[in-house]
């Protein structure tokens, strides 16, 4: 056990009134141009445990570029510098029907434990009022068979439905990709949340 | 555990009760997904975005405030160039907030919304207007005491932090549901900022303290 000598400042709700204060340029639009990777959209709705669209909350996205490397100093990966400009960060509020949408690029596989590759996957962070803590989830894909099943993540959950709110289900929308990825913050189908 | 981890259910605060989640949250180790996150892309940070009174032609009415202080890890390390947001009510209680139905003036002059980049210290710091009280619809006669609401980065997924800071001494406090969502009383005063005569400018604004630390990333619930 690390010695812990400071003392972490507890978070609080978001609350209803941070949109103005939330701007991000290019928020739910990760893609320039020049990015490489295949192209992809992800559409969801978010609901509480009634079932009812959650009209008022910020869903922030983090992901890895198209051959499985973060922008981050972390990340001692070499990536070909065409794909220098993607940063991997998104951000988007629910619309007035609980509806998000992102347009990004499918991420590649990142080193997993013990010399694995995880699965693709973005990482999802969801606030709003009446929600104490930043909640995060995974996003993962369903046509992704194969790697799905060698993730530690997610070979982790064992019952199937739970395991199955982490998979974004692929459909396609006039030529593109989209993949679609519901939150349900409470209820039957309640999304897998994880402790960070 | 952590002092600063809560059940997400908070009954008294009425909308946690249909957005908590029922199942207990799963335990991440962290991977190169949780160790890293966005630290570009804040370029867009102006020197001036971190000064809430100078957004518009005039000045906006309400006492004038600076608010500042450092953003640590758990270990104590300064955590650089990490950008943070804030967003709060004007003088009078009010957000810019086309939602925001309480029937308190809006400030032509005062939008309330900010950001800044702490330097390598991990210094950060806002001037501003001290926000109003309002009140919301959780119980009867329920009024928030006042508060300016903060987002951080930190270095990675794992740290992010989004949170309120309060005034001390505020009657409100002890009587509101959402400060008290954190039912460890020393975790809960490091969301109350102090009164600090060295950031207060003379015949100009008074300063307000408020250090943050951020969750460790390395941090996994198996360590403690
Ligand atoms: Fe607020």
């Not at chain 1, 009209?55 to 922008?71: M, P, V």
Request: glycine share 8%; net charge negative.
């Amino acid at each position: 056990m690390k010695k812990m000598t400071f003392g972490v400042t507890p978070s609080q709700t978001i609350g209803p009134f941070f949109h103005y204060g939330m701007d991000w340029e290019g928020g739910a639009n990760l893609v320039g141009e020049n990015v490489v990777g295949e192209r992809i959209g992800i559409e969801g709705r978010v609901f509480d445990g009634s079932g009812t669209a959650v009209t008022d909350a910020l869903i922030e996205i983090w992901q890895a570029n198209a051959s499985g490397r973060y922008t981050h100093p972390e990340d001692s990966q070499q990536t070909p510098p065409d794909e220098d400009e993607f940063i991997g960060f998104g951000r988007t509020e629910t619309d007035d029907e609980g509806y998000f949408r992102f347009d990004t690029i499918k991420p590649g596989r990142v080193p997993g434990p013990e010399n694995t590759l995880q699965a693709p996957h973005i990482s999802v962070s969801v606030f709003a009022r009446g929600v104490l803590d930043r909640l995060a989830t995974r996003l993962y894909f369903s046509d992704e068979t194969e790697a799905n099943a060698e993730d530690a993540v997610l070979s982790a959950i064992e019952d199937e439905t739970v395991r199955a709110s982490l998979l974004a289900k692929l459909t396609e929308s006039d030529g593109k990709l989209v993949y679609r990825f519901n939150i349900h913050l409470q209820g039957e189908q309640e999304t897998l949340f994880f402790e960070i | 555990m952590s002092d600063a981890k809560f059940p997400l259910l908070h009954p008294d605060y009425k909308s946690t009760v249909l957005r908590a989640p029922k199942r207990p949250l799963i335990p991440l180790a962290h991977t190169i997904s949780e160790i890293t996150g966005p630290v570009y892309g804040h370029e867009k940070v102006r020197p001036l975005d971190n000064d809430l009174t100078r957004q518009h032609k005039g000045e906006p009415l309400g006492e004038r405030i600076i608010v500042g202080g450092r953003v640590l890890d758990e270990n104590g390390r300064p955590v650089r160039n990490t950008m943070i947001e804030v967003w709060q009510a004007n003088a009078a209680g009010r957000y810019y907030h086309k939602k925001d139905l309480h029937e308190a003036p809006i400030d032509p002059n005062f939008t309330g919304a900010g950001r800044c980049m702490t330097d390598d210290e991990g210094r950060y710091s806002f001037t501003s207007i001290k926000p109003g009280a309002y009140p919301w619809q959780n119980h009867s006669n329920a009024w928030r005491p006042a508060h300016i609401h903060f987002s951080l980065f930190g270095m990675a997924f794992a740290t992010r932090l989004v949170t309120q800071m309060y005034f001390p001494g505020d009657p409100l406090l002890p009587m509101d549901p959402i400060f008290n969502c954190v039912p460890d009383e020393r975790a809960r005063s490091r969301l109350i900022s102090s009164f600090d005569l060295e950031t207060t400018q003379p015949e100009w604004a008074l300063g307000y303290r408020f250090d943050i630390v951020l969750r460790g990333r390395d941090e996994t619930p198996m360590e403690t």
